[in-house]
């Protein structure tokens, strides 16, 4: 059967059809009850805490991670469709048989040492390249140290390292520093910009640290490559921390507005790592038309400086505007902001009250934060307009009786 004929079926047909399939195991259809139906049907009241209405065309979306409004852009257009009109043989193949000449040999290296770095490999996504880095540089010898607040897909890797993981409290070198002496040098990794607050890193600090204590130093660059330092290069550049780093990954689908991963790593290590980090091994490489557009978008956020300064302009309005009317939004300071309500339900009412009056954010709830650190949360970009973000101010004030958000939890942490 065509998928769409399946498209086209009544929904009597599709439940009955889909009720044919073979039965699930007793102990699946348990963990199902236990882990989501339950949720679904109680702490969701029966709809989905993520998914509310559907944007208009009037609504201001800030939802997504294009913060320098690449999409779209006509060079970058230009290069992919220039490419899928050019290369219309070529072969789909595992990353580690590209050969030297290939054109993602080129673009990584390009991105290395943009980044101030030897060499680097191009992944699927910015959570296989974390997956894949540490699963090559860690192992159950090698202490993983993890700011609390570290995305996912490097509590991932080191999981899949089979390392032991120590979490230090967030942004806090001293804790980390703790930890290290009784449990020994290993791998510390943190991310720069944090994904969910748009909290800084302490990177000086932490670096000192893992100087000090004979630790390596892995720092995710997700949320900060393209929008910080000179030409957009990074925090690490910014701060002059480059050669005291020994590894940075990325995402290439925030300010790139890609789809890839990416991490620096010594050029003389490349191929241990090749022949270690399965998510490269055992993935398909990129296709020539998206490695074409992500060189082209590289060269395009050299010369971002006036939209890196709009964004900045941009986050420092909407912040002030939201902290003036007793949002707690003081853990961050970047152009992530954490409208954090606490509660599943709370923040099903927050996000419901905010698409009703044309405001979109992304809501983030368990496994991606704790389950009483609920939020939506806004992400800006280099082209709100001032009526834009004028509008986000109004809706925020007009709501906030009814939220409370001097009432969330975070406020109350904030004032301890």
Not at 229 to 256: Q, W, Y
């Amino acid at each position: 059967m065509q998928v769409a004929e399946i498209d086209l079926m009544p929904p009597a047909t599709l439940a009955a059809r889909v009720s044919q399939d073979p039965t699930v195991s007793a102990h699946l259809a348990q963990r199902v009850a236990k882990e989501f139906t339950s949720r679904w049907d109680t702490l969701w009241s029966g709809r989905s805490l993520l998914h509310g209405r559907v944007a208009g065309p009037d609504s201001v979306r800030l939802n997504g991670n294009d913060y320098l409004s690449l999409t779209g852009h006509p060079d970058i257009v230009k290069a992919q469709t220039e490419s899928i009109a050019r290369d219309s043989e070529f072969a789909i193949q595992s990353s580690v048989f590209l050969l030297d000449e290939h054109p993602a040999r080129a673009l990584e290296k390009s991105l290395a040492h943009w980044m101030g770095k030897d060499d680097g490999l191009i992944c699927q996504s910015g959570y296989s390249a974390n997956l894949g880095l540490l699963q090559a540089i860690a192992d159950p010898q090698t202490p993983v140290y993890l700011d609390s607040l570290a995305h996912t897909s490097l509590w991932e890797g080191a999981r899949r390292a089979g390392a032991p993981s120590h979490p230090f409290r967030h942004n806090d070198p001293q804790h980390l520093a703790k930890l290290i002496e009784r449990h020994g040098p290993g791998l510390v990794v943190v991310d720069s910009v944090y994904s969910t607050t748009g909290a800084v890193c302490p990177l000086t600090e932490m670096v000192e640290v893992t100087e000090k204590l004979g630790c390596m130093i892995l720092v995710d660059e997700s949320h900060s490559l393209g929008t910080h330092g000179p030409n957009g290069a990074g925090l690490c550049v910014e701060l002059g921390l480059t050669d005291r780093v020994h590894f940075i990954s990325t995402s290439l689908a925030k300010a790139f507005a890609g789809r890839a991963g990416f991490f620096t790593v010594r050029a003389d290590l490349r191929n241990y790592v090749l022949s270690t980090s399965y998510p490269n091994m055992f993935s398909s490489c990129l296709l020539p038309h998206e490695i074409a557009g992500l060189a082209a978008t590289l060269e395009v956020i050299r010369g971002c400086n006036e939209q890196r300064g709009r964004l900045k302009s941009n986050t420092r309005k909407v912040r002030d505007s939201l902290a003036a009317l007793g949002y707690p939004i003081h853990q961050g300071t970047e152009q992530i902001i954490a409208l954090e309500s606490g509660t599943e339900p709370a923040t099903m009412v927050l996000r419901d009250m905010l698409e009703e009056r044309g405001v979109f954010g992304a809501v983030f709830c368990a496994p991606a934060t704790s389950r009483n650190r609920t939020m939506v949360r806004l992400t800006l970009n280099a082209n709100l307009t001032d009526s834009e973000m004028n509008h986000v101010e109004d809706v925020a004030r007009e709501i906030a009786p009814l939220v409370k958000p001097w009432e969330w939890p975070i406020a109350r942490r904030g004032k301890s």
